[in-house]
């Protein structure tokens, strides 16, 4: 039992429940009961209200689970500080108001009976701000999660550095982001749930370096505060700035999601170390085509038409046919989130998965919408970061390559789209995991190769793959882009060729006619591809993987290929 309904139940934190409450957004009457009930979210509205850090605890961990971790000694008032009043004197207050020792509660529990270890701010004990004793609680935190295997969960709430403890409290900025560093290197999965006031400090150290960061609807997050900000540039700030929609527009966290949900998608998260045993995937039929000649050869013309077709399932349709508890993870987090190449954790039959893809759309719309498939370097940007994830959580990569090319353009150049790309085939170059490669529509150029440097490549019947489109060729070589039906043919681009190429290890058929006319069928038949190449590259050692996958293209090229 978790979340909105454990509120229902049982009273949470230590304040009286008010009898009547305005809602500060849309400033209606609400029931305090009903409030309450809704997790402290306006149930006419969506605004959510702040939660101390023990109401917070109630919400997030399974009842009963929660055992409180008792943080490290901290020296109090280093500078002795007195301002209009003494340091230590507002501490005796805040201790006094909150019944806290200080702005961070750290507990041990469990998520849908997934184990995690908590640190929670609390914006009532001095705005949350980052003193040694918070340092010390996210460092306690870490350290016990290190100390049993645990995921690491951060709740913030912070106003920034405590000003009172001077240059010490700056000190816990670097604190507290080696803590993060240690999770990295123990591979152990750490997730921010941000709330409303996140700044200064905080954001600029162990906040963001979480692996997945959830924001709360309307949470604001930046490093500087608004006012600071317009004080100082002299500028209208635009609208909704540093809220968690703005955040997420802007590839700065992953996704913004209502309270009432934040558990299941946490117990989601926490469930990529779940790993099933050697028996994974035994009983599923390899579908793959590995002889070219039994291979259907219709004209070329015809597979770029059908590579191309609108109905042909896209990322999100494979990962809504044939994944499961997918959690998309958004950004690249240097300021874009590109809607032409989509990713997140998910699980293959119970296998925890990275899935990486680009994605068109099957109207104009959609096509629009996602710039027909063909990512900003924004978008490599994030292939590279989820990457990376994946290599840290151990969990094997899935790409599925449908783009016409990477995008060609004024911002696209001036962002890097050359360097990143190539950080990719870099990254998976080294990556101490299982790759499967599918290419599932059109493998365009450079853009396809960024997520296809894998140790399994397979690709669909009617898929096509080439370092120039058709009609590129064409009017480059021909000078003459309606002759791409000679350019196609003498590319020699579609499934067959590149099987006689030794460019990929397998043939995913078909439903009779394109994977358009049956997309179901179609998206059966990659899942159980997949399946059978991973079931055999999750027994191997990374540095197997990656030795093997470096042999593999090394070769490309060379007379005895
Ligand atoms: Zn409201």
Redesign the pocket.
């Known amino acids: 039992m978790n979340g909105a309904e454990y509120f229902g139940k049982a009273a949470v934190g230590t304040r009286a429940e008010a009898e009547w409450i305005v809602?500060r957004?849309?400033k209606?009457l609400l029931y305090g009961k009903r409030f309450t009930r809704h997790a402290k979210v306006?149930p006419?509205?969506g605004?959510h209200s702040s939660l101390t850090a023990s109401e917070r605890l109630a919400f997030l961990l399974d009842p009963g689970s929660t055992t409180t971790v008792q943080p490290g000694a901290s020296v109090r008032d280093p500078l002795g500080f007195t301002d209009l009043k003494p340091y230590a004197g507002r501490l005796v207050a805040a201790r006094q108001a909150t019944g806290l020792d200080d702005a961070v509660l750290v507990a041990h529990g469990t998520v849908h009976d997934r184990p995690v270890v908590a640190a929670v701010m609390d914006f009532r004990f001095l705005g949350g701000s980052l003193g040694s004793a918070a340092g010390e609680a996210v460092a306690t935190a870490a350290e016990t999660a290190l100390g049993c295997g645990s995921p690491l969960l951060l709740v913030t709430a912070s106003g920034g550095a405590r000003m009172q403890e001077g240059v010490i409290s700056l000190m816990q900025m670097a604190r507290t982001s080696n803590a993060m560093a240690a999770m990295d290197e123990a591979g152990l999965l750490t997730l921010t749930l941000i709330t409303d006031p996140t700044f200064g400090g905080v954001s600029a150290s162990f906040v963001t370096l979480a692996d997945v960061l959830i924001a709360e609807p309307g949470a604001r997050m930046g490093f500087a505060g608004p006012r600071v900000i317009e004080q100082t540039v002299r500028q209208r700030l635009p609208e909704r700035f540093q809220t968690a929609e703005f955040l997420l527009e802007h590839g700065l966290v992953d996704t913004v999601l209502p309270r009432s949900e934040v558990p299941r998608m946490v117990a989601n998260l926490l469930g990529v170390a779940d790993a099933p045993d050697e028996r994974w995937g035994a009983d599923v039929r390899d579908p793959m085509v590995r002889d070219p000649a039994r291979l259907a050869a219709p004209p070329v013309e015809e597979t770029v038409r059908r590579a191309r077709e609108l109905g042909r399932p896209t990322t999100m349709d494979h990962i809504a046919g044939w994944l499961d508890d997918f959690v998309e993870l958004r950004g690249d987090r240097t300021g874009e989130d590109c809607r032409a190449l989509v990713g997140g954790l998910a699980r293959l039959d119970g296998l925890p998965v990275m899935v990486i893809g680009h994605q068109k759309g099957h109207d104009l719309d959609a096509l629009v919408r996602n710039n027909f498939g063909m990512p900003s370097p924004a978008g490599y940007r994030k292939a590279a970061r989820l990457m990376r994830l994946a290599a840290k959580l151990h969990v094997p990569v899935i790409t599925l390559i449908d783009t016409p090319g990477a995008h060609p353009g004024v911002d696209a150049e001036r962002g890097g789209q050359a360097h990143a790309i190539a950080e990719c085939l870099r990254v998976m170059g080294s990556l101490p995991v299982p790759i499967v490669a599918v290419v599932n529509g059109e493998g365009g150029s450079g853009g396809a190769l960024a997520l296809a440097v894998a140790d399994r490549v397979l690709m669909c019947e009617n898929a096509i793959y080439s370092v120039i489109s058709p009609e590129g060729c064409a009017a480059i070589l021909w000078r003459d882009a309606e002759r791409r039906a000679e350019a196609a043919a003498a590319l020699r681009l579609n499934a067959r060729s590149m099987l006689e190429l030794g460019v990929i290890d397998g043939v995913v058929p078909e439903p009779a006619g394109g994977a358009h006319n049956r997309p179901d069928r179609a998206g059966r038949l990659v899942h159980d591809a997949v399946v059978c190449a991973l079931r055999d590259l999750r027994r191997l050692p990374g540095v197997q993987l990656v030795s093997a996958r470096r042999a593999r293209f090394r070769r490309f090229g060379s007379p005895a290929a």
């Open positions: 809602c957004s849309c209606l306006c006419e509205c605004w």
